[in-house]
């Protein structure tokens, strides 16, 4: 059973300041892996996709990584801002088209 | 154009009654999924359908039941509603390995 870890819980920066979001999985057969935001009573919003053959993926501000052997991805947030501020959710899509969660990481920027 | 809409958004009913969800998406995906997110946050995989097929069904009580008519439809009927069933509940949809998109969540609270 995949198991999906993201530390820390929670995080507060001032704004201008880069963001580091961990996420770890436990079964390294994956088939990709997808970063989302979430706003406080919305719904999921996508990211980053990252399939399984590659190593990161790219969009404005956000640079995500992934390491398959050892079970990381990695999100970067360069020069955040108080819109940046949401919970960031991983989640690794598996061969059995199942899509596993982690618990989320809360982000604070500060202005 | 919503990709994944859901109806209702908000949903408050008394123990014991029986409600449905219903969630069409319009990107011609082959897999639709059900999740559940906890007080806590935490997104957890109820089932999902593959082209009408019902591929996932985690452990759930029998009293959710999913329901399929075509593949760009996934409802869920919930049967004697309790306390505990009060969540958000997302539909999601991809084209594995392509991104999963989220409905924007229908909140349900029992009373």
């Known amino acids: ?111 | 154009d919503t990709a994944v809409s859901q109806t209702p958004k908000y949903l408050v009913t008394q123990m014991g009654n029986d409600k449905s969800i219903k969630c069409e998406q319009n990107l011609g995906h082959d897999t639709m999924y059900w999740y559940k997110q906890d007080s806590k946050k935490f997104l957890k995989i109820m089932f999902s359908y593959n082209n009408k097929e019902l591929i996932i069904n985690e452990t759930v009580p029998n009293r959710f039941s999913p329901k399929s008519p075509d593949k760009a439809h996934l409802n869920l009927h919930i049967n004697s509603l309790e306390l505990g069933d009060s969540a958000v509940y997302f539909c999601a949809s991809t084209d594995q390995p392509g991104e999963a998109f989220f409905g924007q969540g229908t909140r349900l609270t029992v009373v």
């Open chain 1, 1 to 111: 059973k995949q198991e999906v870890t993201q530390i820390p819980a929670a995080l507060s920066v001032p704004e201008g300041e880069n963001l580091v979001l961990n996420c770890s999985f436990t079964d390294s057969a994956i088939y990709n892996l997808q970063w989302f935001r979430q706003d406080p009573g919305k719904g999921l919003t996508s990211l980053l996709l990252i399939q399984s053959s590659q190593r990161e993926q790219t969009s404005g501000r956000l640079n995500a990584s992934l390491d398959k052997s050892s079970g990381r991805s990695t999100l970067y947030i360069a020069a955040s801002q108080p819109g940046d501020s949401a919970t960031y959710l991983c989640a690794v899509g598996s061969n059995d088209y199942k899509l596993s969660f982690g618990a989320g990481t809360t982000v604070t920027v500060r202005a």
